[in-house]
T-cell receptor, first 112, second 114 residues
């Protein structure tokens, strides 16, 4: 079955430190891949997406993600985290005409 | 402003009392969907619609109904709510009927069923 796994339920980082959130997918072929962010009390907002081509994709708010076919991964990164980045992050995937499948999310806390 | 609007944002109701959560988008999107979000379970799709008068079940459709009579509206109906439907609900839309995953989300409707 198609699935998206986010191994980390909760991550805490210091403000200014780098961040990497992990995402692995299980699909027959390379799916379309996405990262969404959910700030407290808000809906989800698309951060970035990967369809094909360059495996390093840039998104909004200074985030980037790297697609690695060999590892079935699509990890999200940010060089320097700001307190306003505290939120829940969801990795998602879909293939062709199939509905979007979300991971269970990683909650990011930022400490001073 | 492009947006997906859900109402109500918060609702407390009792078991068995029918309720409807409305969803409206102003982007002329073809695709609309409902999700529920529960702690530890992430987002799970309830129903989706590829276009007007076309709806399909998602992963957790039991206890819910939807309709898509107009392109902009996609209401979620709970005919006889039960406590296990207490959840945070999100409506989302996408420009094309082929689900490319670029969804625009509403701000959510928190439902409590007593």
């Amino acid at each position: 079955a198609q699935s998206v796994t986010q191994p980390d339920i909760h991550i805490t980082v210091s403000e200014g430190a780098s961040l990497e959130l992990r995402c692995n997918y299980s699909y027959g072929a390379t799916p379309y891949l996405f990262w969404y962010v959910q700030s407290p009390g808000q809906g989800l907002q698309l951060l970035l997406k990967y369809f094909s081509g360059d495996t390093l994709v840039q998104g909004i708010k200074g985030f980037e993600a790297e697609f690695k076919r060999s590892q079935s991964s699509f990890n999200l990164r940010k060089p320097s985290v700001h307190w306003s980045d505290a939120a829940e992050y969801f990795c998602a995937a879909c293939s062709g005409n199939t509905p979007l499948v979300f991971g269970k999310g990683t909650r990011l806390s930022v400490i001073a | 402003e492009a947006q997906v609007t859900q109402n109500p944002r918060y609702l407390i109701t009792v078991t068995g009392k029918k309720l409807t959560v409305t969803c409206s988008q102003n982007m002329n999107h073809e695709y609309m969907s409902w999700y529920r979000q529960d702690p530890g379970l992430g987002l799970r799709q309830i129903y989706y619609s590829m276009n007007v008068e076309v709806t399909d079940k998602g992963d957790v459709p039991e206890g819910y109904k939807v309709s898509r009579k107009e392109k902009r509206n996609f209401p979620l109906i709970l005919e006889s709510p039960s406590p296990n439907q207490t959840s945070l609900y999100f409506c989302a839309s996408s420009q094309t009927s082929v689900n490319t995953g670029e969804l625009f989300f509403g701000e959510g409707s928190r439902l409590t069923v007593l």
